[in-house]
């Protein structure tokens, strides 16, 4: 079940383009039930062009359905890039960035200071209505030194570059001004973030986009009921250029 292909739009309206981040918690919703439909099901309803996907877990020994990355590969289609940062046999971890359009330039960091847990980035070049735009997505770690270095080390790899160029996933940071967005805010100045987590009470800004000053973002509203489907809510925005 890819996601929805949106009616076409007016010719003479500005291009837009619909990104999601979400930290899905391994298809477990609140009702403790993993259920990797109804993950698929959030998505449909969300329509997007492109979609972080954090916490892709096939971990059956935590209650966790098998071969998660396949299961999301053969039921979203289109094109991804995945980053399985722990390895099992049929029960990788990771995230991914799926996008409508084709992907070229794709790459995986290995970020700093993962402490216990690998924490990569996604740094891939997508086509879209918009052109070619620059998506990195990840998912920092727990730990505020950790987050630091790795949301330097981003940073340091967008440097300056002058193309369209977005950074999106679960933070992991609980100040809205903190360093990770100190970090990233500088190369990336359009921040666009809502309050997150949890899900069912949301009020922290976990998961958050930062674009190009080229770029405009539109936050989105989502749905009550995906407050259900997982200890985060999706972050949904629209940009166009500026």
Not at 28 to 46: F, H, K, M, N, Y
Not at 58 to 83: N, Q, T
Request: hydrophobic share 40%; with cysteine.
């Amino acid at each position: 079940m890819p996601p929805t292909s949106r009616t076409s739009p007016d010719p003479r309206a500005p291009r837009r383009l619909r990104i999601v981040s979400w930290n899905c918690h391994g298809s477990v919703g609140r009702d403790g039930r993993c259920d990797p439909e109804r993950t698929l099901a959030v998505i449909a309803a969300l329509e997007p062009d492109i979609l972080a996907l954090q916490e892709v877990d096939g971990r059956s020994h935590l209650g966790r359905r098998k071969r998660a990355f396949e299961f999301f590969a053969e039921r979203l289609g289109g094109h991804r890039v995945e980053a399985r940062t722990v390895r099992r046999e049929q029960g990788d971890y990771g995230h991914l960035l799926w996008s409508r359009g084709a992907i070229r330039d794709s790459r995986v960091h290995d970020l700093p200071g993962g402490g216990f847990e690998r924490r990569a980035a996604v740094d891939v070049v997508c086509e879209t209505a918009l052109g070619p735009v620059r998506m990195i997505a990840t998912h920092l770690g727990l730990g505020p030194r950790n987050r630091r270095v790795q949301a330097g080390f981003l940073a340091s790899t967008i440097g300056t570059d002058e193309g369209q160029v977005v950074a999106l996933g679960d933070f992991n940071e609980w100040r809205r001004d903190g360093a990770v967005d100190a970090a990233l805010s500088a190369p990336l100045p359009v921040r666009a973030s809502v309050p997150s987590w949890p899900a069912r009470w949301p009020l922290v800004h976990m998961d958050r986009l930062y674009a190009s000053a080229s770029l405009q973002v539109t936050i989105l509203p989502v749905p009550a009921w995906m407050a259900a489907a997982s200890d985060h809510l999706p972050l949904v925005v629209e940009l166009q250029q500026a």
